[in-house]
């Protein structure tokens, strides 16, 4: 029961976030004076649809997408159509999407922040009995700024940073009586496992723990959303470079098989499914904003030559080259959708 429950709070989430993303686009469009066609929730079949007075509300089977049709590689000689509006209204409107998916990233923190009703900082409260980073520097009441030159936002950036060092030894800054201190080559233990021959580092500290109140809310919402916002453009980044490959990308299919798995395992965890639902949000604002064509950012990097340039691409070519990169996109969801299913097998 824990399992499909976990399962289905995880697709709804997921489909709210999708519908946050078009709603920013129809909002702002409406706003800039835009028409908009049709507002969809879901890709493939129409399962219910209604016309309102200018745009078409459409359900569709599959919640795995949505999209919100303006019009933007038609050529239309109306006031209100997409491409008769000045080139900063366009932006505003293709932008809001992802907007919307990083505010949602802030939201879901402080609601995060609520349900647990404390937050965690990265000042030093307790060490373990003969503690080796103790012995190299690092003291009580430390505050950790920056592990290996990576400023720390949240304590998650603490373990992020120290679970993929390998050799358990780190440059470490702290702030320590209102001072920031470098410390060089703080080393920590290393456990071998016996049979596989990985090493996994010692957390040998503890940090301290905060009731949550009406002054710190924020500030700690905010650090936790460009935390997950940093994750994301590390692993844009390890995959551009090669660390991972496309059988280590997941998709909705492979997110939910995971929440499930966690469920089944720990039992059904809201603010697990809270902690999901944020970086899924801001993963999918970051992504979007990527000069690829068909996503968002790929269209503002259109929008910004137009800006430049004074005039407009044809409406069908900009429509080839969006419609070559939206095919490029569905092959790898497909992909990646295959083995997130060979997995489950």
């Given at each position: 029961m824990n399992?499909?429950?976990s399962i289905l709070v995880a697709v709804i989430i997921f489909c709210l976030i999708i519908v946050v993303h078009e709603l920013g686009h129809?909002?702002?469009?409406?706003?800039?004076?835009?028409?908009?066609?049709?507002?969809?929730?879901?890709?493939?079949?129409?399962?219910?649809?209604?016309?309102?007075?200018?745009?078409?509300?459409s359900l569709r089977a599959f919640p795995i997408g949505g999209f919100c049709q303006m019009g933007e590689d038609e050529e239309n000689e109306s006031p209100d159509s997409f491409r008769k509006k000045p080139v900063l209204l366009k932006i505003a409107a293709i932008a809001a999407g992802a907007v919307m998916n990083l505010i949602l990233g802030f939201v879901l923190?402080?609601?995060?922040?609520?349900?647990?009703?404390?937050?965690?900082?990265?000042?030093?409260?307790?060490?373990?009995?003969?503690?080796?980073?103790?012995?190299?520097?690092?003291?009580?009441?430390?505050?950790?700024?920056?592990?290996?030159?990576?400023?720390?936002?949240?304590?998650?950036?603490?373990?992020?940073?120290?679970?993929?060092?390998?050799?358990?030894?780190?440059?470490?800054?702290?702030?320590?009586?209102?001072?920031?201190?470098?410390?060089?080559?703080?080393?920590?233990?290393?456990?071998?496992?016996?049979?596989?021959?990985?090493?996994?580092?010692?957390?040998?500290?503890?940090v301290a723990r905060e009731e949550i109140t009406a002054l710190n809310i924020l500030p700690y919402s905010f650090k936790n959303a460009l935390y997950y916002g940093r994750i994301v453009l590390?692993?844009?980044?390890?995959?551009?470079?090669?660390?991972?490959?496309?059988?280590?990308?997941?998709?909705?299919?492979g997110i939910v098989t995971t929440i499930g798995d966690i469920a089944e395992?720990?039992?059904?965890?809201?603010?697990?499914?809270?902690?999901?639902?944020?970086?899924?949000?801001?993963?999918?604002?970051?992504?979007?904003?990527?000069?690829?064509?068909?996503?968002?950012?790929?269209r503002i990097v259109f929008l910004i030559v137009e800006g430049i340039r004074g005039k407009q691409l044809k409406a069908e070519t900009e429509g080839v080259i969006h419609f070559v990169g939206f095919a490029l996109l569905m092959i790898l969801m497909v992909v990646v959708t295959f083995n997130d299913v060979r997995k489950l097998f």
């Open positions: 399992t499909f429950l129809f909002l702002a469009a409406r706003l800039c004076g835009i028409k908009v066609h049709e507002f969809a929730v879901g890709m493939g079949p129409v399962i219910f649809k209604k016309q309102g007075k200018n745009t078409l509300f923190s402080v609601i995060i922040m609520l349900v647990n009703g404390e937050a965690v900082s990265s000042k030093i409260v307790f060490f373990a009995d003969n503690a080796v980073s103790s012995q190299y520097g690092l003291k009580l009441n430390d505050e950790i700024t920056r592990i290996n030159g990576v400023k720390v936002f949240a304590v998650q950036d603490i373990t992020y940073q120290l679970s993929n060092d390998e050799d358990g030894i780190a440059d470490i800054e702290v702030r320590r009586e209102g001072e920031k201190t470098l410390l060089n080559n703080v080393r920590f233990e290393l456990k071998k496992d016996e049979e596989t021959g990985k090493q996994t580092l010692i957390y040998d500290f503890k590390m692993s844009l980044g390890d995959i551009i470079r090669g660390k991972y490959g496309i059988n280590d990308l997941s998709g909705p299919v395992t720990y039992g059904f965890d809201f603010s697990f499914l809270l902690d999901m639902a944020t970086l899924i949000s801001i993963n999918i604002g970051i992504f979007n904003l990527l000069p690829i064509p068909a996503l968002d950012g790929g």
